[in-house]
């Protein structure tokens, strides 16, 4: 089995992450974004707000494929919010369980701690997800709290997990 390569996206890496996130909007609770971005909106994302205040997009390959992403984002909009940050983590359907969350993640959090405009991170995790909840406390998240039925998607409502780190 091969060893995941992590590396900084580029606009040519966009419809491969756009590939594998279509399929968690479409097909599962773990994001509830319930439309697909378009092309456009993924280009915008990468030219424009990944380009602010640090944040980044972060792809894993495995045999020279794309095999998943992470990025971060603003956690809120205000301007208060600026040092802490949100983290999203995605394997391609065909690459769950061999490595790329963790290279990703190593590679990421390692960047985070360099990086002195953040102090937080925080990952948002629709429950029940049990694999994601223990994926992020092995690498020292800490659940802060849970919003019952703070969303709605696939005509249920669903439980939200707030996890954070230190930076």
Do not use: C
């Not at 045999?63 to 919010?81: C, I």
């Amino acid at each position: 089995m091969s060893t995941p390569t992590v590396r900084d996206a580029t606009a040519a890496d966009l419809p491969a992450v756009a590939a594998i996130y279509t399929h968690y909007v479409l097909r599962t609770t773990m994001t509830f974004n319930t439309e697909v971005r378009t092309p456009r909106e993924w280009r915008d994302r990468f030219e424009g707000v990944l380009a602010q205040r640090g944040h980044r997009l972060l792809v894993a390959e495995l045999d020279g494929v794309l095999a998943g992403y992470v990025e971060t984002q603003r956690f809120r909009p205000k301007a208060a919010y600026d040092r802490s940050v949100e983290l999203s983590v995605y394997a391609a359907p065909d690459a769950v369980g061999r490595g790329v969350g963790g290279a990703l993640y190593g590679e990421l959090l390692g960047q985070l701690e360099r990086d002195e405009r953040f102090h937080r991170a925080y990952a948002i995790v629709a429950l029940p997800n049990p694999h994601s909840i223990a994926f992020h406390e092995r690498w020292g998240f800490e659940l802060r709290g849970t919003l019952t039925e703070a969303g709605h998607k696939f005509g249920r409502y669903l439980d939200v997990a707030y996890l954070e780190r230190a930076l």
